[in-house]
């Protein structure tokens, strides 16, 4: 029960396109908190996809892009490659209690087919 | 290059308290651009925030945990450290150190992680 909601898996063939959904709430994302995404491959710490809604660090391909708009937000991921599969978290901030805190999606697992 | 290493024990007995340190090397822990944090993530699960601290010692905890997490900085040795009071097997988990920017930025910066399991 994360206070940001991710589907738990999507998945596509390769060379094509997939969206990953962050819904949040008016606490939140709503509240013109930033959506930040962050991609975990096996065994490894989560690396910073992406930054401020929509911006990729130093490195990152641009196959990757973000987007937000209301309380949700979307990673979508164009010519998939079998290297893409990780598992992907969006993050943001959240302020419903005294103080804003960090919050996390659930997790999306992507299966390149 | 900024680098995080966190360490501590790898298994800690029910009730007991868990103790990690993460030590920054590359950077300074007193810069006042940035947030140090904690994040968990129990075996195959998602991310959770523990708790963020300023290099002045002001801590922000996850309001779920907060009646068990402190949250400390060293500036002289250059580390934060975390400790989570009464652990259950519910707190066995790949723990995380990590920085991000003031003012909502991202977590930029991890460490590589440490497994602590809760088992007698």
């Known amino acids: 029960q994360s206070v940001l909601t991710q589907p738990p898996s999507v998945s596509g063939a390769p060379g094509q396109r997939v969206t990953i959904s962050c819904t949040g709430s008016?606490?939140?994302?709503?509240?013109?908190?930033?959506v930040h995404w962050y991609q975990q491959l096996p065994g490894t710490a989560p690396k910073l996809l992406i930054y401020?809604?929509?911006n990729r660090p130093s490195g990152v391909p641009d196959r990757f892009s973000g987007s937000k708009s209301g309380t949700s937000a979307s990673l979508a991921i164009t010519g998939l490659q079998a290297e893409d599969e990780a598992d992907y978290y969006c993050q943001s901030y959240d302020s419903s209690l005294s103080a804003s805190h960090v919050v996390f999606g659930g997790g999306t697992k992507l299966t390149v087919l | 290059q900024l680098q995080l290493q966190e360490s501590g024990p790898g298994l800690v007995k029910p009730s007991e308290t868990l103790s990690l340190t993460c030590t920054v090397s590359?950077?300074?822990?007193?810069?006042?651009?940035?947030?140090w944090g904690w994040i968990r993530q129990p075996p195959g699960k998602g991310l959770e925030w523990i708790g963020s601290i300023y290099y002045s010692g002001s801590t922000y905890y996850n309001p779920s945990l907060k009646s068990r997490v402190t949250i400390s900085v060293d500036t002289s040795k250059n580390q934060f450290s975390l400790k989570l009071s009464s652990v259950t097997a519910a707190d066995t988990a790949v723990y995380y150190c990590?920085?991000?920017?003031?003012?909502?930025?991202?977590?930029?910066?991890w460490g590589q992680g440490t497994l602590v399991t809760v088992s007698s």
């Open positions: 590359g950077g300074s822990i007193s810069s006042s651009s940035y947030y």
């Open positions: 990590a920085r991000r920017g003031i003012a909502a930025r991202p977590w930029r910066d």
């Open positions: 008016s606490s939140n994302i709503g509240a013109g908190y930033d």
């Open positions: 401020g809604n929509s």
